[in-house]
């Protein structure tokens, strides 16, 4: 890696650590994605198999009218 990019206005460190925080979660969404996509290139496709892990989800809803 290069050296650290000089930004032109100077951030507050607040937004500074939102921003890299976002960064970061976009990065780890594109890599997700992609393992996600190699994973599922020769089962199921990518759509699928995200909804089919939304409608396993560990938890139950979290208002449940009777017990």
Known sequence: MGK???????????TKNQWQRAVKRLWANRW????????SRDTHTLETRMTNTRRKSPHPPAVSGRR
């Open 4 to 14: 650290r990019p000089v930004y032109l206005i100077e951030l507050p460190n607040e």
């Open 32 to 39: 997700c994605e992609q393992k996600m996509k190699n994973y």
